[in-house]
């Protein structure tokens, strides 16, 4: 899934070049070099159709309840049974 590619990236530091606090070059020793950080597949989250925002947000959702209730099962069926 793009979105959860796109959240690992961004928890590393990347960004979208449209987005970069940089201002898309970083001052090295020797110089201007291009912002390493800079990742042109990062859309930024506000370019994202307002639907598209919605189906991620409830697949997201939809993903933790799965997971709390194979976890509760999972719990319960660890007791005495
Ligand atoms: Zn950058």
Do not use: Y
Request: hydrophobic fraction near 25%; include cysteine; glycine fraction near 8%.
């Amino acid at each position: 899934m793009h979105e959860s590619w796109s959240r690992t990236k961004r928890s590393q530091g990347f960004h979208h070049p449209s987005e970069c606090p940089n201002g898309r070059w970083v001052e090295t020793a020797h110089g201007r070099a291009p912002c390493p950080k800079c990742h042109a597949d990062l859309i930024p989250w506000d370019n994202l159709p307002e639907p598209q925002k919605d189906i991620n947000r409830h697949a997201f959702d939809d993903v933790l309840a799965e997971i709390r209730r194979r976890a509760a099962i999972t719990e319960r069926g660890g007791e005495s049974g």
